[in-house]
């Protein structure tokens, strides 16, 4: 019986596993085709400064429209395109499609305003990153203090050399530094010092909870705490409520990203928000 039983498990397993490999084969196939086809495109979710009340800065998150399967998130092909390499044609897609976009609100309102773009990392080690940077800038015009570059620990604490050569190219074409998803890789203090980035970005994963969570809610203020102790600005990603961004405004946090503020959108959507403004209400003094 039981030996019937595990032949069939064994049998279910191996099918299961062809389809999931036929799946992933027939992604990467597809996946090759996207740029050409125009299937990628991107949606814009906005950061808030938290003292003016004002959109300071839009990141660009990539969406694949596969013909049959629909919308695939980028969580599921990001971590294929690092694995077949198509993440460098692809980011590089990304930056200039996002320094466009960005340089047209730029033209239609006279207030700075940032693009942030991720960076995986392979794209970081691509040896030609610091010109396709350079060259995305020159071709959208978008001066270069505007683009933000996030960045995870992870890719930071890779190959530390390598790494602080390419922070150094990047910092002399003058763009802003971001490290993303905070406190969950594993950058030491020292290393955080060295890197000389413009700001860290708190991990979903400790705003979530606020403010009842006590374990998160002091991990939040002790990173808060050292970065502008290093003069760094802080961003808080995944706010949700309006009780997190009340506690993370009392905390002292700069800016704010989260389903509350603003979902990922289209970007004509980005264009009615920056027209609005200021776009936080509810404040004591409004
Ligand atoms: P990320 O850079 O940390 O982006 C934040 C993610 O959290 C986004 O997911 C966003 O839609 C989601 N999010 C924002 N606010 C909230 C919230 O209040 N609650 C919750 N539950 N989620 C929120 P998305 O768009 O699925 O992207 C996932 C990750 O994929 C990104 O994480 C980033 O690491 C990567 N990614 C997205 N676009 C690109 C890209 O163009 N290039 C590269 N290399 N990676 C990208
Ligand atoms: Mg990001
Ligand atoms: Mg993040
Ligand atoms: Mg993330």
Redesign the pocket.
Known sequence: HAKNCGKNNAKMYSSSLTMQIMSHVQLEVGLRKALQNQELYLLY?PQIDVSSATIVSVE???RWRHPERGII???EF?PLAEETGL?VPI?EW?LRTACQQARQWQISDDRPLRIA????AK?FKDENLSQIVLSALQDSGMPAELLEL?LTEGTLMDDARATMQTLERLRAIGVYLAI??FGTGYSSMSYLKRFNVSALKID?SFITGLPQDSENAAITRAIIAMAHGLKLNVVA????TNEQLRMLEQCGCDMV????LGH?SPPENIALMLAQRPVLDGSDDN
């Open positions: 979710q660009a998150l990539v998130s980028p969580t990001i993440i980011g990304v773009v991720n960076l995986s794209q996030e993303d998803d979903r990603e995944g706010v949700e990203q989260g389903y509350y990922p």
